[in-house]
């Protein structure tokens, strides 16, 4: 691990800025398949108007306490002469725990990596407890998918104990709301100046103390902020979008059957239809139930109730922005 501090110290030629940070984040960072991102939107949609009065989160992560407690990047090509950027500590501590509307669990604390074997092990010694304490074991699990987490060890443990379990998708830790816990954890270790391992262990038990069941509500509603809409309105959004590309000239497509629009220069009624100057013409549909979702007729309707300044947008962003404030499901709804 490599900690950096948004300054340069120039006088010794040892540079640590923000803008490695950044560059650091990019060559690192966690990219997501298509795959993966269909996996993510699905799983929000499953759960969007889950509570999750009865979830209990759980994760690990993993404490340091360094012997030198900043290190410097530099430039190739700066002067001194480099030296090693290693992860040097004092100790290493690994930390269990879960999160509910009930409270927290208690912190597992343990140094060697974890195994199936040991991820059972606290899911008997502080899961369970906690479950039957707080939920009367009527609570459901949520995990990520890590291997030792789906391990047949762990899922034969679960089902003997009649606990039901979900996963977040891969690459979502934003979709566990113990990595805030997690997050103020390390703050909260990171001001104490620790310097040996007793003192880490006793940082992280008084952490665990101020932790309230208000707070972590707060964390899990946090998941709700999200305000994911629905499959039907993100699709909305897109064929919107793509209308306007097209009819501000953005995108060019060579149609089958020519796009049409009404004028409605001289029609009396235009102002009753909250009509802009784009307005579309559906196709005409005859015994052709698959034409109705052709893309001109599955967006006319909705397009042409839109306002007269959003479709009179001058860029494609300012076109999204002012959709975005539109509230697109009612558009279903008033149908």
């Known amino acids: ?32 398949t298509e795959i993966q991102k269909l996996e993510r939107l699905i799983w929000c949609q499953r759960y969007l108007k889950c509570d999750f009065e009865d979830y209990i989160f759980v994760d690990e992560t993993t404490a340091v ?24 500590f004092e100790c290493k501590i690994h930390v269990w725990a879960g999160i509910s509307f009930q409270g927290a669990t208690n912190f597992a604390l343990f140094k060697q990596n974890m195994d199936s074997e040991l991820y059972r092990e606290i899911l008997a010694d502080y899961l369970i407890p906690f479950g039957a304490l707080k939920f009367n ?12 987490h789906n391990s047949k060890i762990c899922r034969d443990f679960l089902k003997k104990n009649g606990i039901n379990w979900v996963k977040s998708p891969a690459k ?8 805030m816990l997690w997050y103020e954890l390390k703050e909260y270790i990171r001001k104490k100046n620790i310097e040996n391992e007793e003192d880490a262990t006793k940082a992280i038990f008084e952490f665990q103390k101020k932790i309230t069941p208000e707070k972590c509500q707060a964390y899990i509603k946090h998941l709700k902020k999200l305000n994911l809409t629905t499959l039907e309105t993100r699709r909305l959004r897109g064929d919107l979008i793509q209308m306007f590309k097209i009819v501000k000239g953005f995108d060019e497509v060579n149609w089958f059957n020519n796009v049409v629009f009404k004028n409605i220069g001289s029609d009396s009624t235009a102002p009753q239809l909250r009509s802009h100057e784009f307005v579309v013409e559906r196709q ?20 042409n109730r839109l306002p007269r300044d959003v479709v009179n947008s001058t860029d494609i962003n300012s076109f999204k922005n002012k959709i975005d404030k539109l509230n697109l499901e009612s558009y279903y709804s008033e149908l």
């Open 284 to 303: 005409l549909v005859k015994n052709c139930d698959q034409r109705h979702n052709f893309f001109i007729n599955r967006v006319s309707t909705f397009w």
């Open 1 to 32: 691990m490599i900690r950096l501090k948004h300054r340069t110290i120039d006088k010794n030629g040892l540079e640590s800025s923000a803008k490695l940070s950044i560059l650091i984040k990019k060559k690192f960072g966690i990219k997501l």
């Open 65 to 88: 306490v360094y012997e030198k407690p900043l290190y410097h990047l530099r430039y190739p090509s700066s002067r001194p002469e480099a030296f090693p950027c290693t992860s040097k």
């Open 172 to 179: 979502s830790p934003d979709m566990n709301p113990i990595e």
């Open 137 to 148: 074991s009527s609570f459901i699990l949520h995990q990520d998918n890590d291997p030792k």
